[in-house]
């Protein structure tokens, strides 16, 4: 069965450092999404993607994010100078609206610290 | 601003019991309301979708009900069984415009053996 797959599953990275997480989404989706969870709190959408471009967005999501589909394949969420409170689990996700309603599927996560 | 609440946070229950968690949400102008499924340290696995015109889905022990104009749902389990230990998440979509989803904090179901 088709699965959303993200790497790497554990980032280490030093505060300021730039970090990019990556993901391959269901390959026949055409929406993709990020989400973030800090630890002990609640699923928070990050952003939507559709197009090539960016269809919805949280407040969350400022210039220190990025995301983008370099290829067929990939795609991508960039942090440009991590602080300390982006410690948290990401996740990938991906739909296919028109079919079972745009039901979303979930990669594993990677799971970023910043140091 | 749409926010989704899930009633209770925790729940013990013993094996075998049947069990409801609730879901609320602020705005009805959703396009779907979907519930998954997170194991501690996991992704989220996807449980059962109701489109918005929709009343109720089933899956195996799962069902799931939708009342839009109140703004609620439930997730009905059947026959508990303690492999059903998890976080049931609750999670609302909006349509209008492109696609945002928002999560309850969700329910911790403990089934005892």
């Known amino acids: 069965e088709p699965e959303v797959t993200q790497t790497p599953s554990h980032q280490v990275t030093q505060m300021g450092q730039e970090v990019i997480l990556r993901c391959v989404p269901i390959s026949n989706h055409l929406y993709f999404y990020w989400y973030r969870q800090i630890l002990g709190q609640k699923v928070e959408f990050l952003v939507s993607?559709?197009?090539?471009?960016?269809?919805?967005k949280s407040e969350i999501f400022d210039d220190q994010f990025s995301v983008e589909r370099p290829d067929g394949s990939n795609f991508t969420l960039k942090i440009r100078s991590t602080k300390l409170e982006d410690s948290a689990m990401y996740f990938c996700?991906?739909?296919?609206?028109?079919?079972?309603?745009?039901?979303?599927?979930f990669g594993p996560g990677t799971r970023l610290t910043v140091l | 601003k749409q926010e989704v609440t899930q009633i209770p946070a925790a729940l013990s229950v013993p094996e075998g019991e049947n069990l409801v968690l609730n879901c609320s949400f602020t705005d009805s102008a959703i396009y779907n309301l979907q519930w998954f499924r997170q194991d501690p340290g996991k992704g989220l696995t996807s449980l059962l979708l109701i489109q918005s015109s929709q009343r109720e889905q089933t899956s195996g022990r799962l069902n799931a009900s939708l009342d839009k104009s109140s703004g609620r749902s439930t997730l009905y389990i059947a026959a508990s069984q303690p492999g059903d230990s998890a976080t049931y998440l609750c999670?609302?979509?909006?349509?209008?415009?492109?696609?945002?989803?928002?999560f309850g904090a969700g329910t911790r179901l403990f089934v005892k053996a």
């Open positions: 999670a609302v979509t909006r349509g209008t415009g492109g696609f945002k989803t928002i």
């Open positions: 993607f559709y197009n090539n471009e960016i269809s919805e």
């Open positions: 996700a991906s739909s296919k609206p028109g079919t079972v309603n745009n039901e979303q599927f």
